[in-house]
């Protein structure tokens, strides 16, 4: 599976895209440190702004890009029964 292609919002900032596919799960923004080094911030997405979290910091946009994982699926309970917890036939 390939990841999706980053969106880019203007020059300095993407919309990194992963699982659910109808918005993004973190943004990266590139900001330039006092030596003039640019760096990339990786933000964790959400609709509401005061929660979004800051991530990390990267020294390329590739790594700030792939420090964004997939969510897992959950995992079934193994002390429940197959079909979702009710009774066994």
């Known amino acids: 599976m390939s990841r999706p292609a980053p969106i880019r919002i ?3 900032t993407w919309a990194i895209m992963r699982e659910p ?3 993004p799960v973190a943004m990266v923004h590139r900001v330039t440190d006092v030596s003039g080094e640019a760096r990339f911030l990786v933000l964790k997405w ?3 702004p005061a929660k979004r979290r800051l ?3 990267y ?3 590739e790594l700030a890009e792939a420090s964004v994982l997939y969510q897992l699926p959950k995992m079934p309970d ?7 917890g ?3 036939p």
């Open 55 to 57: 991530t990390g910091l």
């Open 86 to 88: 009710g009774r066994l």
């Open 46 to 48: 959400n609709v509401d």
């Open 21 to 23: 596919v109808d918005r």
């Open 78 to 84: 193994p002390s429940k029964p197959p079909n979702g």
């Open 10 to 12: 203007d020059a300095d």
């Open 59 to 61: 020294p390329t946009f």
